[in-house]
């Protein structure tokens, strides 16, 4: 199974919203994909119109006697499923600190999952944590949306620290412009002089969109109500950039592929 995760230091960049999005494309191309809402707000919960509520709460997620498996419900769109956030998920730096080799638990309660799914895309609160330590270390791509102001390319640097920190194998990142609007000064220059699509940062840009916001009233995936917006063709673009660093194929599963 690959795992992506969407994690940001920093709060309101559009983690949610790349979540939700990757992770409805990749179930689109075939792959069997979990989402899991990591956020006890469950913003990503509440876009796929499932009950935030997890039996046995946050505990749950973590001790080893509850299987991941009884937590997961589907969701609207075939292929995707979700484990839906729950308010508990505020203690689960605290559950994990209980547990044994707290910063592998995540990615170990992963591979119970491993014959069930291809794609687990993690939704995060933004935080430097050891539910952070957890998510980086469980993922194989860690997807970082950058507003375009000066400063969030520092929050980049804090990231590839933080990763440079953590040890064990390393996540490849893939940082991308989210909410630009180049009507706006600030945005303009930083995006002309960002290093986009050198490194670790993406070529494509996310822009502000009122179609990006809408997803909050229609609850659902861009895709499905707006597929012609631009901001639904560079999540499209996104995801491929995506499946590549994790080594998925471009044209999905490929025939062998066991329903
Ligand atoms: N490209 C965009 N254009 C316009 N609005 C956007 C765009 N991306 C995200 N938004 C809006 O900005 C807000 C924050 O986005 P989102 O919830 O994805 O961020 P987040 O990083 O997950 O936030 P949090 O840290 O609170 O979890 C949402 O209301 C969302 O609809
Ligand atoms: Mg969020």
Known sequence: VK???????????GKTTAAV???????LQGYR???WDLDPQGAATYLF?????VKGGAEALVRRRHPLADAVKETDFPGLDLVPAD??????????????????????RLQSLEDEYEVVVLDCAPSISLLSENVVRAADVVVVPLIPAPLSLRTLDQLRSFLDETGGRRPAVVAYFSM???RRRSHREVLEAAPSGQGDISAVTVPAASQVEQMGGRRAPLAVFAPRSE????FRLLW???????GLSATGPGPDHDE
Do not use: C, H, M
């Open 3 to 13: 795992v992506v995760a969407a994690y940001s230091i920093k709060g309101g960049v």
């Open 21 to 27: 999005n990757l992770a409805y494309l990749a179930a």
């Open 33 to 35: 994909t979990l989402l």
């Open 49 to 53: 119109r499932v009950k935030p509520k």
């Open 87 to 108: 308010p508990s998920n505020r203690s689960l730096d605290l559950l994990l600190d209980a547990t044994k080799q707290p910063e592998r638990r995540l990615r170990q």
């Open 180 to 182: 630009a609007d180049r």
């Open 231 to 234: 901001a639904a063709a560079a």
């Open 240 to 246: 491929a950039e995506v499946a590549a660093a994790a």
